[in-house]
């Protein structure tokens, strides 16, 4: 056998299958990006919830990578670092997130007020990774919460569930210096969390999670640019008075200026393993690289739509001619049905397993 040319049949394949997969995704690179991902230890006991992070639990749960901007590499570093921990039981999931900031400050003290007007640190939850029937939790430096439930994401018309709460949920928040004081230098200021996996859970059936789960999950912070002017703190404008917008960091790059696509969150990975134990390696699951391919039909079919007023019918119309896909080293064929109003495309491989998404970007199997 001439397994020089053997080699070269299977390398000029691999690279000529990453090529063609590339070129599919060509112009949406900032979409596909790998989100970040998070191995979130077992709690040997609870912390304490009261803001301060310096728990010996805590002590040996391991930090996240620094946040970064929404919109990923694209855009400067941020000028403040901040970072999160996470571990859980079978009743909470735990957060400690540290803030740095040298001017600490807060305005809003009613519960449910929209707390992103202040400086503010702010949770994503998707347990069940369907991208709908999601939790946003934010607070600021008061330890003032405002919390909401998504039944789909505003692009496919979801409307906010301002009333819903996150029943049983405990929360602190501490400064590390002085709040709403122009005439010092603060260090930042810390949250904690305890967030009931009942209070995270649709119907009767409490969704706990169980060892090496998946869930979806992000953190974002917004951050206004701020002026000291007669000893107060007030949002920086522009030449035209405009105030001007807040800069967004972000644990997992969104690779837009938009939180409520929860296809491009992290991943957290349940762990029955203690903190300060070794843990497993979080792998990308195959499912998810299958899904990125549905992912890819629905950006190009709301483009499609944007320019033609309906949906494609056929994937030569999104220039996707050969639906047919190599996903570690199995065979997956996408299949498109679409009536112009409206489209479901489906993947599956050689096993015969479908995962579906629609054009309100419901994932289902």
């Known amino acids: 056998m001439n397994y020089i040319k053997l080699f070269c049949s299977i390398s000029f394949l691999l690279v000529f299958n990453f090529c063609y997969a590339q070129n599919h995704f060509k112009g949406y690179e900032n979409l596909f990006t790998i989100p970040a991902n998070y191995v979130v230890p077992y709690a040997s006991k609870a912390p304490t919830i009261d803001g301060d992070i310096n728990d010996e639990v805590w002590l040996n749960t391991p930090w ?7 919109e990923g590499d694209a855009k400067p570093k941020p000028y403040y670092d901040t970072r999160v921990k996470m571990l859980w039981d079978e009743s909470y ?15 809003l003290t009613k519960r449910d007020e929209i707390v992103f007007f ?15 029937n999601y939790f946003e939790i934010e607070v600021n430096a008061y330890n003032n919460i405002f919390d909401l439930f998504m039944h789909k994401p505003y692009r496919s018309g979801g409307a906010a569930l301002f009333s819903w709460d996150t029943q049983g949920m405990q929360h602190a928040v501490k400064v590390q210096g002085t709040i709403n004081n122009p005439n ?13 996996f009942r209070a995270l859970t649709l119907g009767n059936a409490i969704n706990v999670p169980k060892d090496k ?24 404008k522009d030449s035209a008075g405009k105030v001007l917008p807040e800069n967004n960091w972000v644990w997992s790059p969104q690779g837009v200026i938009d939180m409520h696509r929860p296809e491009r969150w992290g991943y957290l990975f349940f762990s029955k393993n203690k903190a300060g134990e070794k843990q497993p390696q979080f792998v990308l699951p195959y499912t998810e690289k299958q899904r990125q391919y549905l992912w890819l039909v629905y950006y190009k079919q709301q483009d499609y739509r944007r320019a033609h007023q309906r949906y494609a019918t056929s994937f030569a119309e999104l220039k996707m001619d050969k639906p047919e896909f190599d996903i570690d080293n199995k065979r997956n064929k996408i299949e498109l049905s679409s009536t112009g ?7 599956k491989d050689t096993s015969g397993k479908k995962i579906y998404l629609n054009e309100e970007g419901l994932i289902t199997k």
């Open 184 to 196: 010092d230098t603060d260090t930042g200021w810390t949250v904690e969390m305890a967030i009931p």
């Open 341 to 347: 109003r409206r489209f479901e495309v489906s993947i």
């Open 64 to 70: 996240s990578d620094r946040f970064q901007d929404i």
């Open 213 to 236: 789960d998946v869930w979806r999950i992000n953190f974002s912070r917004v951050q206004w640019e701020t002026d000291i002017v007669n000893g107060k703190y007030v949002k920086r």
């Open 118 to 132: 202040d400086n503010d640190f702010e949770v994503f939850i998707d347990p069940l990774n369907t991208a709908h």
């Open 93 to 107: 999931l735990y957060i400690a997130a540290e803030l740095k900031d040298p001017h600490v400050w807060a305005t």
